[in-house]
């Protein structure tokens, strides 16, 4: 494959994976929106928010000003930290919803190791990335180990504490006797490990492994999408034959059919 | 009839409310709003002197706090049947005490008209064989149907498989549907009276939204 057509492909990619979050970030706004309050409002609100800060990555990548400097950067690895308290959201969730309120792997004191590590990993990623000029996709010969070392470890550490983080939603997912959130939590564990798989395909740096973290990181999304929208069961309003309507009598003292509006009342204290 | 606590319901179900000795189950998913129409049926009951019971697997201080939150009083409460913070307590694992709890408590008001209000259905039916629950519900049903008294349960869509609240709707006199409706790229919750006891069918669906001064229903038109 040219490298030109693998440019361009790559470039489609990126704009499929910006309009399917901005998307989905929609749908959780909605969602959220719809919702009366309790768990379910606050995880489309959150997801909404860890959608927001995908998007923001996202346009930063198209934007090669805003990719390749220090602040795209910190959107992109400010993401990880949010997707990181994202998932935690959903484990401690899962984990109320079973009857037994079960722990799982240990996570309820290990997210406490968990946060900081992932923190401490991103926070030495932005360094190398501003120490390493002009944003090199590797170190160049030379470079001392300290900063061989922390532009490596990222690598490492975020892939094995998400890979973690997924074993423990994929059980909570398990044992939670809800199905909404099984499935919500099933979606969000797919997205998590496909995001896994992009951070480690894009490691070689080359235009086709990029490519292929690309198409990764748009199936990720679109995992992501099918999580917000599986946060409730949705049905479609069913336009009725009008004429095969019976009438019904209200207490106003009115016919009312289907399409006929007998108004509505707030109810106070 | 028994007022729903929210006159534009008691419109729409053309009965000024619930049919008298009836069973009423109000199916929706987690989050949309099922509880508020509970906790207006428990408020209006309290305001006519009825006898008010809300058997519930949350603990009193949660259902409090969710009841101001929605703008309803709790100068007057109801008779708890709870999983804590109640003077008899709702255990989930052990139905039987559950029921004879709840007819206890119904049976000792026999000279007021009841209105039981629960939200125990759902986490029942995923710790017990359908079988068992759909007895367990026919016998309490026609049990309470003895006396002057009128029964809410909550029922949370998505929570079980699609038969098993079919089931569970043959059992009861009317069903209550909200759910989340996809138009486009909204999202709106409606809601749609699935059966009445007493009515014909009742076709439509309406929008209702809460807020802290109260709940609206609305026509939805299609």
């Known amino acids: ?165 997924a074993v423990v939603l994929a059980i909570g997912a398990r044992r939670t006797p809800d199905r909404t959130l099984k499935s919500h939590a099933r979606f969000l564990g797919l997205a998590l490990l496909l995001f896994i798989a992009t951070i480690v395909i894009s490691i070689p740096g080359t235009e086709l492994w990029s490519f292929f973290a690309n198409v990764t990181g748009l199936v990720s999304i679109y995992f992501l999408y099918r999580a917000v929208m599986a946060l409730s069961p949705l049905g479609r309003v069913t336009p009725l034959d009008l004429a095969t309507l019976p009438s019904t009598r209200t207490s106003l003292g009115e016919e009312r059919t289907n399409n006929q509006t007998t108004g509505g009342a707030t109810i106070g204290r | 009839m028994v007022s729903t606590g929210v006159p534009t319901l008691d419109g729409i179900l053309g009965t000024d409310g619930y049919p008298e000795k009836s069973s009423i189950l109000i199916v929706g998913p987690p989050g949309i709003g099922k509880e508020v129409l509970g906790y207006w049926f428990v408020r209006s009951g309290l305001v006519q002197g009825d006898y008010c019971l809300y058997a519930t697997h949350r603990p009193v201080s949660d259902v409090l706090r969710d009841m101001k939150g929605v703008g309803i009083s709790t100068e007057r409460v109801p008779e708890w049947i709870a999983s804590s913070g109640s003077p008899v307590r709702c255990d989930l694992r052990d139905s039987t005490s559950l029921s004879f709890n709840i007819k206890e408590a119904v049976h000792g008001n026999k000279e007021r008209r009841v209105r039981l209000t629960t939200d125990v259905l759902s986490p029942l039916l995923v710790l017990n064989p359908l079988e068992s629950m759909y007895a367990f519900w026919s016998q309490l049903l026609s049990d309470l149907k003895q006396q002057d008294s009128v029964v809410f349960a909550l029922a949370e869509d998505g929570m079980h498989p699609p038969n098993t609240l079919t089931t569970m709707e043959q059992l009861f006199d009317g069903v209550i549907e909200m759910k989340l409706y996809e138009q486009g790229l909204a999202i709106t919750p409606l809601l749609r009276v699935k059966k009445m006891l007493g009515l014909p069918p009742l076709h439509g669906y309406f929008r209702f939204s809460v807020s802290g001064i109260g709940m609206e229903i609305v026509p939805h038109v299609v």
Request: glycine share 6%; aromatic share 14%; proline share 5%.
């Open chain 1, 1 to 165: 494959m040219s490298f030109d057509l693998l440019f361009t492909l790559s470039f489609i990619l990126l704009l499929a994976t910006a309009v399917l979050t901005g998307l989905a970030f929609l749908r959780g706004i909605e969602m959220g929106r719809a919702f009366i309050g309790g768990v379910y409002r606050r995880r489309a609100f959150w997801i909404a928010a860890l959608l927001f800060a995908i998007e923001l990555s996202n346009v930063a990548s198209l934007v090669p000003a805003v990719g390749n400097s220090v602040a795209g950067a910190v959107i992109f690895f400010g993401m990880i930290v949010v997707v990181l308290a994202f998932v935690d959201g959903v484990i401690l969730v899962a984990q109320q919803t079973d009857f037994f309120h079960r722990g799982i792997l240990a996570w309820q004191p290990l997210r406490w190791v968990l946060y900081p590590v992932v923190i401490m990993s991103v926070i030495l990623e932005i360094v190398s990335f501003v120490a390493i000029p002009p944003f090199a996709s590797s170190p160049p010969p030379g470079t001392s180990t300290a900063l061989v070392v922390a532009f490596y470890q990222f690598d490492v550490v975020v892939p094995v504490c998400f890979t973690y983080a």
